[in-house]
Each structure stands twice: as structure tokens, then as C-alpha cells.
């Protein structure tokens, strides 16, 4: 079946988690974290392009899309909490997105809430087979910013600057109205964020950035090392905040490279088990 043909599919069963498409029997999963201000849709072509490969669950954040009347959640932290909670179900784990072998991908914010819900899940022993990172220095480097307290104005020339975003939008004021809520808070989540000093994952780490980011640089990004006792790789690419939309291609060869094996049972430690 092709990609093209399997783009309707059924929800995740939970309004944390989107599902776009489906994928191949017993094919590993690949849960996303969007950046501040992005949504689930945002991620529709990566999902489409790993449609093949893996069972894509992109995260959806309260505040915007079909949770839009929903409150925020101002801490990453707290946001880490509650989606780690939904991952692992009621009873503590493992929930039905943690029944094959995982991967985690974020981007900008995504990325501190992705190696913070990978440390959560490892301590509930369910640790991700890989992490990627993109577009964010690593936890122990501190973020501090000032944005979440400035005027629309100030935050919207920031949005403007990192990209990311339809200017159209920027332009629209009803649209900005809808949309600025949840970018603020996202900018509180994120600017106030403290790294608590988990100890490192196992598994491998990717850090991926644009060579001219005006939030990373290749050492600050090059600091995610000390957040795995794993293998690790730094991949840099020409643009800026969002070079990943240009290099689509590249990144998803990034993921695909430390995806595990879907089809093979793994223990609790992550080790593969045979029958």
C-alpha cells in the first residue's frame, strides 16, 4: 500500500497524540514534539515521508488546533509530566504507544520536552531506543530569555525572526488573536525552563541545527554528548531556525538511521528478546 493511500486513518484514541498515517505492520514508532507556537499539523509532511518506516505520533499541545479551548501548560516540566502520564496509561505502563520499540524527535522547545519525557519514560523502564534533537542547546546550557514578558509587538518581531511561521498570519489580526496565547505560553515554558540534572540516557542522541540559528550554535549544541552515555552526532545544515523544512529530505535520513526494529520484542531494558 502506498503512502498516498494510507493517509486516512483513524484517531490515536487520545487528543494528546496525532496519528496521520499509518504504517506497516510491527514498523517502530517515532513520537514528535513540536517547537513553541507549533502544532501537530505543522509535522504532516514528516509524517508522510517516515509513513513507510515508522508509525509517526506527533504531540499535541493544549491551547491550539482541536484543543483550543483547552488551558496551557506553562511549564515544561509540567507538560513533560502529563505527557509521559498519557504514554504510560492509567495503571502506570506500559500505555498501547509503548508496546514496540521508539524513537523521540523535537524541535526548538520540542526538543527540551523530548529528552525530558525520554528521561521519564527510561525511569519508568521503557527508555527509547534513540533521541534527536533539533534546533536547541543542550538542557545543561541555560536559555534564560525575557520574550514571554514583552509586548505583542516584541513577540511577534521574534516570531518573525526565528521563522516558522505564515507571515500571512502575523499580518491577520483575528488570526493573531487565536494564535498568540499559545505562543506566549510556549515562550514562558520554554524561557523559564531548568534543566534538574537527570541523569544521562543510554541510547544514542542526534543534534541537528542550522548553521546560522540564532538560538544554537554548534557548542552549545555539541554539549547534548554529556546527556548519553550512547553514541552521539552532531549534523549541522545551511539555514536558520527552521532549516528543517528545507532539508526534509536529510532529516528524515537522520531519523531513519537510529530507528530500531519494530518487528523484534524488547525487554523492559530496551535489549532485544527472542522466542
Not at 176 to 195: C, H, K
Not at 256 to 265: F, M, Q, R, V, Y
Amino acid at each position: 500500500m502506498t503512502t498516498a493511500a494510507r493517509t486516512a486513518v483513524a484517531p490515536s484514541g487520545t487528543p494528546w497524540l496525532r496519528r496521520f498515517h499509518t504504517a506497516p505492520a510491527g514498523a517502530p514508532r517515532l513520537l514528535v514534539f513540536p517547537h513553541a507556537g507549533g502544532n501537530a499539523s505543522y509535522y504532516f509532511p514528516l509524517s508522510a515521508a517516515l509513513a513507510d518506516h515508522a508509525e509517526v505520533l506527533v504531540v499535541q499541545y493544549p491551547g491550539r488546533q482541536e484543543r483550543f479551548g483547552e488551558p496551557c501548560v506553562e511549564s515544561l516540566h509540567e507538560l513533560a509530566d502529563l505527557v509521559t502520564a498519557e504514554l504510560l496509561g492509567d495503571a502506570g505502563g506500559p500505555g498501547a504507544f509503548l508496546d514496540r520499540p521508539f524513537a523521540v524527535f523535537g524541535h526548538s522547545m520540542g526538543a527540551s520536552l523530548a529528552f525530558e519525557v525520554a528521561c521519564r519514560l527510561r525511569d519508568a523502564g521503557f527508555p527509547p531506543a534513540a533521541l534527536a534533537v533539533s534546533g536547541r542547546r543542550a538542557p545543561s546550557i541555560p536559555a534564560p530569555g525575557a520574550v514571554h514578558l514583552a509586548d505583542d509587538e516584541k513577540l511577534i518581531a521574534d516570531m518573525k525572526l526565528l521563522g516558522g511561521t505564515d507571515e500571512r498570519m502575523l499580518d491577520h489580526p483575528e488570526l493573531l488573536a487565536a494564535i498568540l496565547p499559545a505562543v506566549r505560553s510556549d515562550y514562558v515554558a520554554t524561557e523559564t525552563y531548568r534543566f534538574r540534572g537527570a541523569a544521562p540516557l543510554a541510547c544514542p542522541v542526534t543534534a541537528l541545527i542550522g548553521d546560522v540559528d540564532p538560538r544554537v550554535d554548534a557548542p552549545q549544541a555539541l554539549a547534548w554528548r554529556a546527556h548519553t552515555t550512547g553514541a552521539f552526532r552532531l549534523r549541522a545544515y545551511t539555514g536558520g531556525h527552521f532549516y528543517l523544512v528545507p532539508h526534509l529530505d536529510a532529516i528524515v535520513s537522520e531519523l531513519l538511521a537510529d530507528l530500531p526494529a519494530g518487528a523484534a520484542e524488547t525487554d523492559r531494558t530496551g535489549a532485544p528478546t527472542h522466542p
